[in-house]
């Protein structure tokens, strides 16, 4: 089994979590997802929400 995926969020990488033991720490590949830069997730979902989640408040703030 692989230690380290790629986000991706519409079709855009918002960067890779590595397995950390138990967890997965996010490392962001672009500076609007530099928020979740070293957070770690208990999963790759939790992880894969975090992004979109960030993506949606990048998108209502720039309107």
């Known amino acids: 089994m ?3 995926y790629v986000i991706e969020v519409s079709s855009r990488t918002a960067g890779i ?3 950390d033991g ?3 720490c996010f490392h962001a590949a672009h500076r609007d997802f530099h ?3 070293r957070r770690t997730f208990a999963s790759l979902v939790a ?3 975090a992004a979109k989640s960030c993506a949606e408040q990048i998108r ?3 309107g």
């Open 2 to 4: 692989s230690d380290a």
């Open 17 to 19: 979590v590595v397995r």
């Open 22 to 24: 138990r967890n997965f």
């Open 35 to 37: 928020s979740l830069e």
């Open 47 to 49: 992880a894969q929400k």
């Open 60 to 62: 209502k703030l720039m």
